[in-house]
């Protein structure tokens, strides 16, 4: 019997037999790895040190294993997938757990239980009060416009990178309290107060008829529902027969991108509203249709007009449509979204910068006013809605522009 192999039959068998063997040490693997319950987070070795990867696991173990008291390595790990958001140094990127997650939720749709203020984040990362709501637990407690609030049931909080999370820290059980520590720079001192949540029913419009035949609207913020709203009040004056229109947006920090196009859809011609650059500069453009109300309007704007209001203010500066009135808006113009995970945490993440329909990118710059004019002195620590009418000196311009255009 012949037992020589031709080449042929040699190569199978060695291919079979490395076949075999990769299976069985894959096999073994997984085996090996199911039986100690270990995870692998993986990283690409063209893009990821390994002294990085080695780093985090000597961090860790001596974390793990030295720390004074035990230590919750799910706690640990929910604080990376955090810091991920933190390290590329938005304030705009932040991941939510899902305590967080609930409450931003909450807040988009307006009611909420809480203190009831509208609240910024200034150039210092501080979250800073725009108004306190009336007959809110916040007004009553004495809480100011550019009050910086600093201590959240004694926990510092100016370290904190989104309002979201101080602002999920604040609301609770209602009828609860809880201890606020805010810093008042026009007095140059810290303040404490003890406030009692309660559930809060933001109203975000309010509409009425100035001077017999101008229109006003007043737009707190984009929630989830405002452009709704805005057309029931815009059609209920316009059917009382007004001949002009002024939208206040001062201290609107902004709110829903798809709100606020839909808002300037009824208000601005056939054209572009607004577009959207990615980081490989693929555009996305909200256009508005043929059909708009194209009566004499003014928009009032302050540095508290942020993101939505200035997609509005910028889109009507740009068609000649209206005319701004008061101070340079606050220069917010990138774009977040909301992207839920498995466990119903979430992250919030800047995809991209918004332009007006000339292409002016406004953030870090702002949208100046076509007629600039400041609040008094008296009024200057107030929210615009809480200035007498007879004092208010850009309501009685924007005013005056609109009868201009009127004709008057």
């Known amino acids: 019997m012949d037992r020589r192999f031709s080449v042929r039959q040699v190569v199978a068998i060695v291919l079979a037999t490395v076949f075999i063997a990769v299976c069985a040490t894959v096999i073994a693997f ?58 590329l140094e938005d304030p705009y990127t932040v991941y939510f757990d899902t305590d967080q997650m609930k409450s931003f939720m909450e807040k988009s749709e307006g009611s909420y239980v809480g203190i009831g203020v509208t609240v910024n984040v200034d150039e210092k990362g501080l979250l800073t009060v725009i108004e306190a709501s009336e007959d809110s637990p916040a007004k009553h407690a004495g809480m100011m416009q550019g009050d910086k609030i600093v201590k959240v049931d004694d926990v510092d909080v100016t370290t904190l990178s989104d309002e979201n999370m101080i602002i999920s820290m604040i609301k609770g059980k209602e009828n609860t309290k809880v201890k606020i ?48 709203y805005f057309k029931n009040d815009l059609n209920k004056l316009m059917n009382q027969g007004i001949k002009g229109l002024i939208i206040d947006l ?18 601005l011609p056939e054209g572009t509203i607004v577009y959207t650059e990615d980081r490989n500069g693929k555009k996305e453009v909200k256009n508005s249709g043929k059909s708009y109300i194209d009566t004499p309007l003014a928009i ?6 942020a993101s939505a209001s200035e997609i509005l203010a910028g889109a009507v500066k740009d068609y000649g449509r209206g005319t701004l009135v008061g101070t340079n808006t606050f220069g917010k113009g990138l774009v977040q979204e909301l992207k839920l995970l498995e466990d119903n945490s979430g992250i919030k993440v800047t995809i991209a910068r918004y332009f007006t329909p000339s292409g002016f990118c406004i953030h870090g710059t702002g949208i100046s006013p076509d007629i600039e004019i400041n609040v008094p002195d008296d009024y200057r620590n107030l929210p615009a809605s809480q200035i007498p009418k007879s004092k208010d000196v850009q309501l009685k311009a924007a005013i005056d522009a609109v009868k201009e255009d009127i004709g008057y």
Request: proline letters at 2%; a negative charge.
């Open 30 to 87: 997984y085996s090996l790895d199911r039986l100690s319950s270990r995870y692998v987070i993986s990283f690409n070795a063209d893009e990821v040190s390994y002294k990085n990867v080695s780093k985090f696991n000597q961090v860790r173990n001596i974390l793990k294993n030295d720390y004074y008291k035990p230590v919750d390595e799910n706690i640990m790990l929910e604080g990376a997938i955090s810091g991920l958001a933190d390290s």
């Open 181 to 228: 520590t805010v810093y008042r720079p026009n007095e140059d001192k810290y303040i404490q107060m003890e406030i009692t949540r309660r559930r809060i029913k933001m109203s975000n419009i309010r509409s009425e008829i100035l001077d017999g035949e101008i229109g006003y609207i007043k737009l707190v913020m984009f929630d989830s529902q405002i452009a709704k």
């Open 250 to 267: 001062r201290d609107n920090p902004g709110g829903s991108y798809e709100q606020v196009v839909e808002i300037a859809d009824s208000l």
């Open 300 to 305: 009032l704007t302050n540095g508290n007009s």
